[in-house]
């Protein structure tokens, strides 16, 4: 599975987009990428994932470049319940199914 | 539905002592996982099963041993307690792409 690239820590403002990016060189052709989150100490909540168009749910936006070499979830207006710890993941749909997290991204919604 | 159900959700053990850590899915599917996460870090993969009467070793299984007693249940047993670890314990269930979690099992070996 490719590795990924998350900022350690973002800040975003109550009621305004958080975008959250993600770097993902490497990532091969029938990898797909997930986001998840982890709120407090709870376990990891699936947000979104998407291979190569862009995606929309009721949670978020999943925006992937057309090279997809990186990707950005966007919240598109931000609550004080989305701080949380945010896990961008690429995995290929073969073989083993287990998700591998990384750091994730910490993002504190101020009011 | 419940989802994944993990029991118990706080257990303090002490150096040396067994466990075992519950989990069971009425969601169908057919792989389970055992993850654990220790403070600030990311879930590391322990053992997982892709399906009922399989398991497979993750990234940490050095101390743990797992049984997938059928589809729903899948249980992770300490046969010897040491305090490293003293962890956050999530199972997870997955039929396609995207595992659902439970809520997790704190541990501390003193």
């Known amino acids: 599975d490719a590795k990924t690239t998350q900022p350690p820590s973002m800040d975003c403002a109550e009621g305004r987009a958080a975008n959250l990016p993600c770097n993902h060189s490497?990532?091969?052709?029938?990898?797909?990428v997930y986001w998840y989150r982890q709120i407090h100490s709870q376990g990891p909540q699936y947000i979104i994932h998407?291979?190569?168009n862009n995606e929309t749910n009721e949670m978020a936006s999943l925006i992937i470049t057309e090279d997809r070499k990186s990707s950005t979830l966007i919240l598109p207006h931000a609550t004080l319940r989305d701080t949380a710890v945010y896990y961008c993941?690429?995995?290929?749909?073969?073989?083993?199914?287990?998700?591998?997290f990384g750091s994730g991204t910490r993002l504190q919604v101020q009011p | 539905n419940a989802g994944v159900t993990q029991t118990p959700k706080f257990q303090v053990l002490k150096t040396g002592q067994s466990m075992t850590l519950q989990c069971a899915q009425d969601?169908?599917?057919?792989?389970m996982y055992w993850y654990r996460q220790d403070p600030g870090m990311g879930l590391r993969l322990i053992y997982y099963?892709?399906?009922?009467?399989?398991?497979d070793k993750g990234e940490v299984p050095n101390g743990y041993n797992v049984s997938r007693l059928n589809k729903r249940e899948f249980s992770l047993r300490l046969e010897s307690a040491a305090p490293s670890q003293t962890s956050v314990y999530f199972c997870?269930?997955?039929?396609?792409?995207?595992?659902?979690f439970g809520s997790g099992t704190r541990l501390t070996v003193v």
């Open positions: 997870a269930s997955s039929e396609q792409r995207t595992p659902t």
């Open positions: 490497t990532i091969s052709g029938n990898e797909y």
């Open positions: 998407g291979l190569k």
């Open positions: 993941i690429v995995r290929g749909d073969t073989g083993r199914r287990a998700l591998t």
């Open positions: 969601m169908n599917h057919n792989s």
């Open positions: 099963s892709a399906s009922e009467g399989t398991t």
